[in-house]
Structures are given as structure tokens and as C-alpha cells.
């Protein structure tokens, strides 16, 4: 059961592939999400911009390491939620978003989830659901909590190079330098490493952590402790 959303609270938002399926299968897809995390984050609607492509006749545009700039005929957006981190994984994503306008994460991820899926399910000629169910929401309603939460979030990606992190068994070193360079993440935003800056308002961590991210990071990183957020993480 969903809580019930409330302006100013601040959320863990995930889901993942039915069936644990792949959703991001290339770079293009890892784009596509990041740009719509951008475009549908907006009171109006979502443009729709197509271009020709290898894939498929007919596809978003995703540039290379930026976002579409609003153009200057386009009102300035409206944000339904703060995006405050974000980090995408093969089979699932991960968000953490403070609601702004009334219904605005229900809003936000219904144009997410529904844009994302026309797109996968053209270019991959598809049908039928590509996540499971509707997307995963909990309150962060602890200082405990949001201490943990946005370096859980941010260091997913080890998954892929270090097995078996959650127990402490990496080279600092190695961890660090394997999230700073990966690009489908905030992370490196966060830490001055421009990425998708557009995407985020990092204003509030960046005020709770007191500007020091990357430090904070290391420091969640020698002393992780899951049990902590045990009952805010994808299953």
C-alpha cells in the first residue's frame, strides 16, 4: 500500500522490469529515461520530439550528456516534484523525490512510466507492461533515513563491478572511482562532476550534507549498515 503523498515529503521511489526483465538494453534507453525524468517533470505536457534512427523509424531525441534546452517559445516548467537523486540500474530504477504540486509524484510517474514504456515497447517492438506493477513509494520520514538513503541510492551501480558490497568486501578506492564515472546516476552531480545537472534540484542535500557529498559518501561507504533502511529498498 502506498502512503499518501504529501507536499514537502520526501520519498524513496522504485520499480523494476516485469518479471526482473532488462528495461534498459542500450545507451539510447538509458538517455531516453534520463531525458523524461527531465521533460515529464512538468505541470504541461511533454513534447513530443522525433527523430530518425538506426532502431526504429520514429524516436525521442536524446542528446548525448545533456538535456533538450527549453526552447524559447516554452513557458518555463511548472515542477510537479524536487528530483533529488536518481540512479538507473539494468532492471530497475531508483528515485528520491519531494513532492511540490498536489498529486505530483502520481502525476510524475504516470507520465514516466507510460512515456517510457510507448517508447521501449516501439523500439523494441513489443507489447503489453514493461514494469512490474505500479511503482514502489516510501516515506522518508526519519533524519535516520534520508542519512542513508541518498548513498544506498548512489552506490547501486556497485552491483555491477563488486560483488557482494553490501558487506564491506571493496577497496574504498575502487568504489569511488567506479560511481564517479558512472554516468546513469546523479552521483556525479553531486560531486561537481557535470553529468545531467538540469535533471536534479540538489539544492536541500547539498544544504544537509553541507556541501561535502563526495566526503559523506565515503564515509557511508567504510560503514555501511543496511539494517538501517532495510525497510525502504527494492526487495
Known amino acids: 500500500m502506498k502512503p499518501k503523498f504529501v507536499n514537502d515529503h520526501i520519498y524513496h521511489i522504485y520499480n523494476r522490469g516485469v518479471e526482473k526483465r532488462t528495461i534498459f538494453l542500450k545507451e539510447n534507453d538509458y538517455f531516453r529515461f534520463v531525458h523524461d525524468l527531465y521533460e515529464f517533470n512538468d505541470e504541461a505536457p511533454a513534447l513530443n520530439i522525433y527523430y530518425k534512427s538506426s532502431i526504429n523509424n520514429q524516436s525521442y531525441e536524446v542528446e548525448p550528456r545533456k538535456i533538450w534546452k527549453e526552447r524559447k517559445e516554452k513557458a518555463p516548467r511548472t515542477l510537479l516534484v524536487d528530483i533529488l537523486a536518481f540512479c538507473l540500474m539494468k532492471n530497475h530504477f531508483h528515485l528520491l523525490l519531494r513532492q511540490r504540486a498536489d498529486n505530483g509524484i502520481v502525476r510524475f510517474m504516470q507520465k514516466l512510466g507510460t512515456g517510457y514504456t510507448m517508447y521501449f515497447n516501439t523500439t523494441y517492438e513489443r507489447v503489453g507492461h514493461l514494469f512490474q506493477g505500479r511503482f514502489k513509494a516510501v516515506l522518508i520520514d526519519k533524519d535516520e533515513h534520508l542519512l542513508h538513503l541518498p548513498f ?3 552506490a547501486n551501480p556497485l552491483d555491477i563491478v563488486i560483488s557482494g558490497w553490501e558487506e564491506k568486501k571493496f577497496k574504498i578506492e575502487k568504489a569511488e572511482k567506479f560511481l564517479e564515472s558512472y554516468r546513469w546516476s546523479s552521483y556525479p552531480d553531486y560531486i561537481g562532476k557535470k553529468n545531467f545537472p538540469s535533471v536534479t534540484q540538489r539544492e536541500f ?9 563526495k566526503a559523506e559518501m565515503r564515509n557511508w561507504l567504510e560503514n555501511i549498515n543496511l539494517e538501517n533502511i532495510k525497510d525502504l529498498v527494492l526487495e
Do not use: P, S
Open 152 to 154: 544506498y541510492i548512489h
Open 205 to 213: 542535500l547539498m544544504k544537509y550534507f553541507k556541501g561535502n557529498f
